[in-house]
């Protein structure tokens, strides 16, 4: 330990003010969800009394089991107000603020950002994640980052000039599947699994009490579609107060309709008395894929960009009847573990007909009810039961069917459904907590104390979580680099003309520019159509300020790329009335790092090295990377693409085992970390 942390931390949580400064500090937290719901109580219960909160996202019945501060009642309404009215509940004296709102919105621009003295996200996409992270550096605002996957989990700090931003190490995408996709609108494989296995099959075989999104109100598609379509729109047009008013309302005429529905839901996908499992199984294939996707395709207004899912029947399917078309072929019988092997469908790398996987739909539901009766009703999808597998894949390929999706062989759905990671509550509080520990360190004025810590699935060293020191910025970051510029300009007047000819083509040596705002594109280049490039050179004379999609602001971050130079940056749009001539010429200033115009194909050429260079970099950090897990069970990952979750899964697995043979010089190594979660 250096001296200099002994006396910042944790020296400073002794600090007589520190109880103040936590009060007075402004927090921003980015996200209601699972991490936010557990922060804003951590916060509130640290002493932390003036926080905004932004999330889009309404309640699902989904989100219950874990996200804490919801109940039954708040299904369908605003995250970010519940939250906040629950809280206030917790500390009464806390001002909570609440933003049901997309935080790209332009209302939450750089100049919003400023007012915070720190950022603490809470998201699920890194889209927005990494939208934040540009504000948060443009701002010069602290920033918090979280994320969890299953049991694992990270939080990270990010300080303008003093760390790495969130983007210095490019992210793999993580995959979230948004309910109302599954649900209603699927266009992927795995959106065909997730459904098949998270929903129809723990409906059918899992507990009776457990609350899937089978039985929301909205389940049946049509309506529910509608109205998040409406809500999003509403968003937009209108302040926070209608548009939760409007949800509350939508919320009860919702209810009144869904009571009758959600009666017979309750009782729908329960096998009825004196119905024979097989009688019991056609009655659920007719719904979830013929009556469901019927009515689902009758709602116009849903089909307008891609086609509507088709009905499947099964007297089509089967014409022989759906008792003759499961009987086992020639000597084969029926086990409890398997069906397909007695249907003559054998191999596992076979993909199968609309015909085929409704015969293994019926056979797989009847061989649970008859020969494995017992499980019915506790059951929970496991990888390696081979009739759940069945199951999952029959029911995933009649959907992809029903919705022109391409199937997957039983080999290939097996792997996908045992992929799926699951959100897990006791992730989010310890990722919760950990966010907060940061927060303070930076507000207790402990800089050189902060750690950017994983949370591991598995113990290292009796340790589950790994604190490092944050790296340095790195220079060639394009969000918190140097190609992250400043335009001050009159937004009134400068036009998007000027902006295109002077700042990017003139000063910025830009030759095929691609800009987007929001809502806003604007592109030049070969491979346009006629009437694409007429439209765009109609917007060349507006102020920037009129532009489509509510316009370029102050606070609006423009971006801008072209790929004939591989090149990509941010531009900050300043708002500034009565520039002085004599410092504005043109009627604008650029700053920040921009390189010279004459610098300009000299320094691209040198970034093309860099990148072949970093990517060679990228991938030798991980040949050391796996080579250290092997030896000292040290697990130090850094971002939480599925793949990276899958190698720091395999990885902390591995490290547990080698990690028992460890030599004391190793242990040592890792004692010096601190913070640490000692298990005994
Ligand atoms: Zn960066």
Known sequence: ??????????????????????????????????????????????????????????????????????????????????????IKGIKSNASITAHHANVKEAQFGVDFIKGFSIILNGLDNLEARRHVNRLAMAAEVPLVESGTAGYLGQVTVHLKNRTECFECTPKTAPKTYPICTLRNTPDKPIHCVVWAKDLLFSRLFGRSDEVTDLD?????????????????????????????????????????????????????????????????????????????????????????????????????????????????????????????????????????????????????????????SAEVGSLTFDKDDDL??????????????????????????????????????????????????????????????????????????????????????????????????????????????????????????????????????????????????ETYRALLPRAISKLPGGGLQGGSILNVSDESQHLKFDMIIQHQEDLPEEEAPEGFILEGSAPKPQELQQQNHAAAEEDGVQEKQQVDQRKTHAHKVDASGAVDLISDGEEEVARRQRGSKRGVASGDGEGPSKRARMDQTEEAIVLD
């Open 216 to 372: 929301d109100p909205a389940a049946e598609g049509g309506p529910g579609e509608q109205q998040e379509g409406q809500q999003s729109t509403s968003n937009g047009a209108e302040g926070n107060g209608v548009t939760q008013q409007k949800d509350q309302n939508t919320n009860q005429k919702n209810e009144e309709e869904g009571r009758k529905r959600k009666e017979e839901e309750a009782t729908f996908f329960v096998r009825r008395e004196a119905e024979s499992p097989l009688e019991y199984a056609v009655r659920v294939f007719q719904r979830a894929y013929t009556h469901d996707i019927e009515r689902l395709a009758a709602v116009k207004t849903m089909w307008t960009k891609r086609a509507p899912p088709k009905p499947l029947h099964l007297s089509q399917l089967l014409p022989e009847g759906p008792a003759a078309a499961i009987q086992p072929v020639g000597q084969a019988e029926v086990t409890p573990t398997s069906v397909c092997k007695c249907l003559g469908l054998g191999n596992p790398n076979e993909k199968w007909s609309p015909r085929d996987a409704a015969r293994v739909f019926l056979a797989s539901v009847c061989a649970y009810y008859e020969k494995r």
């Open 1 to 86: 330990m250096s001296s200099a942390k002994t006396e910042e931390w944790p020296c400073a949580l002794k600090n007589a003010e520190l109880p103040q400064t936590l009060k007075n500090a402004r927090v921003l937290c980015v996200g209601a969800g699972g991490i936010g719901c557990e922060l804003l109580k951590t916060l509130v219960v640290s002493g932390f009394e003036n926080i905004q909160v932004i999330d889009l996202d309404t309640i699902e019945t989904s989100n219950l089991n874990r996200q804490f501060l919801f109940r039954r009642q708040h299904v369908g309404q605003s995250k970010a107000a519940t939250a906040a009215n629950v």
């Open 388 to 533: 759940a597998v069945e199951f999952v894949t029959a029911a995933s390929a009649l959907r992809s069917f029903n919705y022109d999706i391409p199937t997957q062989s039983l080999f290939d759905a097996k792997g996908m459904a045992g992929n799926i990671i699951h959100a897990i509550a006791t992730t989010n509080a310890i990722i919760s907590g950990l966010i907060v520990i940061e927060a303070i360190k930076i507000l207790a004025g402990a800089p050189s104390a902060l750690r950017s810590t994983y949370l591991n699935e598995q113990p290292s060293s009796k340790r589950l979580l790994g604190p490092n020191k944050p790296e340095p910025p790195k220079p060639e970051c394009l969000a918190c680099g140097t190609a992250t510029l400043t335009l001050r300009a009159n937004a009134h007047t400068l036009t998007l003309g000027a902006l295109v000819s002077q700042v990017l083509k003139r000063h910025l040596a830009v030759n095929v520019p691609f800009l987007t705002c929001g809502d806003f594109m604007y592109e030049e280049g070969e491979g346009l159509e006629e009437d694409e490039v």
